[in-house]
């Protein structure tokens, strides 16, 4: 096995550095709101600014082909620019209609839908939100009974989301809603294009236990939209939700966190040698080793997919590990960091600006957001393992 970048990927390391070190200058987000959920800060002045600047590149949309605003990159390249990022906390956050939306598109969508939409998702003008999930239906997402029922020029939508990112800021919903109550729950699917300013939805915001507002339930009461914004076949609407799998989906952006905040951690347990505890420096040890085997599992994904193969339970793997490590991480930091662990980010008395008590009440949903980890260990041990369905 080959463990090093070609020569090529690395001079593309050192250019995305280069481009973080001119734009991220110390103490480029000392202002920002620390009550903001990880990754909205994308929404502020800065990180809109700093989105465009990705888009002047195409590095915004950097697997996508050139002609729809890409930079045709390969898969080892989206990871290193998906890693550099995470590891300086870049304000890119989750760009779901990069992530879902442009790639279907490409596959699904008629010609005047990817003249309309392709060329303002990569050129960072228009946020997209994913309307997936709902109260009924999370893992089980084929369960989904939001309904949209043709009507002559229209469909008319009716239903409820949840769960839904950044709804409240975007400007368009990539929804998945049955039109065929009457067929198999995979088969009555379909998948559409939905204005969020129209008339008959409301978002109502959905705190979590941080007071940090990510979160969104959508509501949509007699919601019409044009039967033009139908992508691809109605009733076929499950496969083309499953698209973006075939793109880059390592977990190395939730590793490269946990290596600049373990960083962090160390830096300033060796500080404060004398009075860490012999368990606690343990462990901070420990999670370094285990970083480091993340890393690598993400590698391997990165690796299969390039080479044309599908890693469907090594990608499950690689989530899983990730999730679970950020967990284990900020109960490290919290040990670490004692009551002083405890205090708000805007407490005078706080160590590490307050990112640690945050993160260990946000990671509780890491290893739900994505696939629970129940899920991950459902497909890894059928999948990977060859056990029969539970």
Known sequence: MEFRFSEEEE??????????????????NEGFDTESELGADQATEFGRQFNRKLAERRWLALPWPLEYGGAGAGVMQQVI????????????????????????????????????????????????????????????LASLQTRAVRDGDDYVINGQKIWTSGAHRSDWGWLAARTDPEAPKHKGISMFLVPMKSPGITIRPLVNMAGQHGFN??????????????????????YQLAVSLDFERSSIAGVARAKRWWEDLVAYAGDNGGR??????NRLGEIGIEIEVGQYLSYRVASMQQSGKIPN???????????????????????????YGQLHPRSKHVRLRGRIERYYQVSVAETVGGGTSEVMRNIIAMRGLGLPRG
């Open 217 to 238: 339930e959508v509501f949509f009461q007699d919601v019409r939209i044009p039967a033009t914004y139908l992508v691809g076949q109605e009733n076929n609407g499950w």
């Open 313 to 339: 339970y090594e990608a499950s793997i690689a989530k899983l590990y990730s999730s679970e490590l950020g967990q284990r991480l900020a109960r490290t930091g919290m040990d670490l960091l004692g009551l």
């Open 11 to 28: 001079s593309f390391r050192r250019e995305v550095r280069a481009f973080l070190d001119a734009e991220l200058r110390p103490g480029w």
């Open 276 to 281: 860490v505890q012999p368990a606690v420096r």
């Open 81 to 140: 620019y998906n890693e550099e990022m995470a590891y300086r906390g870049a304000p890119t956050g989750l760009n779901m209609g990069v992530a879902w939306v442009g790639p279907a598109l490409m596959i699904y969508g008629t010609d005047d839908q990817k003249q309309r939409f392709l060329p303002p998702i990569a050129g960072a003008k228009e946020i997209w939100c994913t309307l997936y999930s709902e109260p009924g239906a999370g893992s089980d």
